[in-house]
């Protein structure tokens, strides 16, 4: 089945960058939709961008400005562009795959953290 794994977190400083990686194994055919979701400890996954095969990119309204979503559909990899990182950014990254076969479901991979202090 569709594998992911990412890579690219770390600590920054804010105001800092970082930029996340996403790399799709399996049947990638299957895939619709790949992006990144965040979570903090004791508080709901949140969808921060999301890319779509062959429409534009979505972006929660806390990013918006700030990330940027890129696909590499030859490659089967998803990136996320972090600028200008804020404390608020602070959470465990992961990517997700939209699947259409041989379900509807969605993968994930293990998440990279994410922390921005100084």
């Known amino acids: 089945q569709v594998h992911l794994v990412e890579s690219g977190g770390g600590l920054v400083q804010p105001g800092g960058s970082l930029r996340l990686s996403c790399a799709a194994s399996g049947p990638a055919f299957s895939i619709s939709a790949m992006g990144w979701y965040r979570r903090v400890p004791g508080m709901e996954r949140e969808l921060v961008a999301m890319a779509p095969n062959g429409a534009d990119a979505t972006y929660a309204d806390s990013v918006k400005g700030r990330f940027t979503i890129s696909r590499d559909t030859a490659k089967n990899m998803v990136h996320l562009q972090m600028n200008n990182l804020e404390p608020g950014d602070t959470a465990i990254y992961y990517c997700?795959?939209?699947?259409?076969?041989?379900?509807?479901?969605?993968?994930w991979g293990q998440g990279t953290q994410v922390t921005v202090s100084s």
């Open positions: 997700n795959a939209q699947l259409n076969w041989p379900v509807f479901t969605d993968s």
